[in-house]
């Protein structure tokens, strides 16, 4: 089911060029040395940033002064975009009220996309192991009452959307079934790259905020997880790019990140820039711990077409500052990805499969026109 809205910018890294050769050297007397040089194989790329950012966005009475946090949010985005410095996309989780819209305004992103909408079903064939799971067993903590919200997903972005597609998570544990928690996938056209680019955001079932044993909120967990892994092998083709963030809800919880991860169809970018051939500027040492489970919020990539990417750079973003209260229980992580590519795949890439459909507005609760 598509869904998308309004209005964004590109901003993309210039591309270098590496030039690999060898020598080969021929002696005559009296001694010269001739050097022959093949012609250089050109390796285009391009930088691009991803932000994903879990922004705190529940609804009075859960929690208070949101609205205006949201609003100082957009206001750091905008400034970061002063500065040239401001995330290529960004996604947001825990977007459930409509000053959300604010945040958008604000930012001065051109492109705005949203979902599952509140009402929306699961689509796609539902995990086999599932039929055992009872999906109302506490009703004390909210199973059972229905959804009250969207999933609060949203996708800011300067490049040109594509598509847009989505599907709420079908199990769900405690007091997150209230939202309509799911995943969703943007397919964007960078100019500054060769091929579309999908990117997906997403929001698993939390542990101890869902109220309801560890072991219920643990299945619905990897249930998600299935259902997420499902849903990215039916709309991501593998020779297309793919970036991935979220909030994972895996701190400190093994037994979730661990659930079928040989099964994967992405890397983590903690895992892969903790790895010593794989640095990335501003990861931090791993000492002795697994990095990819200090936080809620995770990054991850994939790609098997001619368009290769890779992570470059980490950064902990809207974190705690001396004298200055957090915009949210979360920090934002600030991901720089590197694409890197051959020329004949750009003059090989159809024009037809750049083209930009224009998206489908499909909420009714937030509407904006495209801004310049």
């Known amino acids: 089911m598509d869904l998308a809205t309004i209005a964004i910018t590109p901003v993309l890294a210039a591309t270098a060029a590496t030039m690999p050769h060898s020598d080969n050297a021929s002696i005559t007397p009296p001694p010269a040395v001739i050097v022959e040089r093949p012609a250089p194989t050109d390796v285009h790329s391009a930088e691009l940033t991803v932000l994903t950012y879990n922004v705190r966005g529940l609804p009075w009475p859960i929690a208070k002064g949101r609205a205006k946090a949201l609003r100082k949010i957009g206001a750091e985005l905008a400034a970061m975009r002063k500065e040239g ?38 689509s796609g064939t539902a995990p086999e192991d599932g039929r055992n799971y009872r999906r109302v067993r506490y009703i004390r903590f909210g199973e ?49 790259l060769p091929q579309d680019l999908d990117i997906i955001n997403t929001h698993l079932n939390s542990r101890g905020a869902s109220r309801v044993p560890v072991k219920r909120s643990l299945r619905a967990h990897n249930l998600q997880t299935e ?83 890779r992570p470059v750079r980490v950064e902990r973003v809207f974190g705690p500052q001396p004298g200055r209260r957090r915009l949210s229980d979360h920090d934002g992580y600030l991901v720089s990805y590197r694409f890197s590519w051959k020329p004949a795949v750009a003059s090989e890439t159809p024009a037809s499969s750049r083209s930009v459909k224009t998206p489908q507005v499909a909420s009714a609760d937030i509407e904006m026109s495209g801004q310049p």
């Open 85 to 122: 410095r401001q995330p290529d996309v960004v996604l947001i989780q825990e977007g459930f009220r409509s000053e959300v819209s604010n945040l958008v305004k604000a930012s001065g992103y051109r492109y705005w996309a949203q979902g599952p909408t509140r009402g929306e079903r699961a």
């Open 227 to 309: 259902e997420l892994n499902a849903f990215i092998n039916n709309h991501w083709q593998a020779q297309t790019p793919l970036l991935i963030g979220g909030d994972f809800n895996v701190r400190n919880a093994p037994e979730r990140y661990d659930y079928q991860a040989g099964e994967r169809p992405y890397v983590v970018v903690s895992e892969f820039c903790n790895h010593p051939s794989n640095p990335c500027d501003g990861q931090p040492p791993a000492d002795g711990e697994q990095p990819w489970l200090r936080s809620q919020d995770l990054q991850a990539f994939a790609s098997d077409g001619a368009v290769s990417v």
């Open 144 to 192: 059972g009452w229905g959804k009250f919200t969207s999933a609060g997903l949203h996708v800011l972005t300067d490049e040109p959307i594509v598509e847009v597609r989505n599907t709420p998570y079908r199990y769900c544990a405690g007091f997150d079934c209230l939202a309509n928690k799911g995943a969703m996938l943007v397919r964007l056209a960078p100019p500054d």
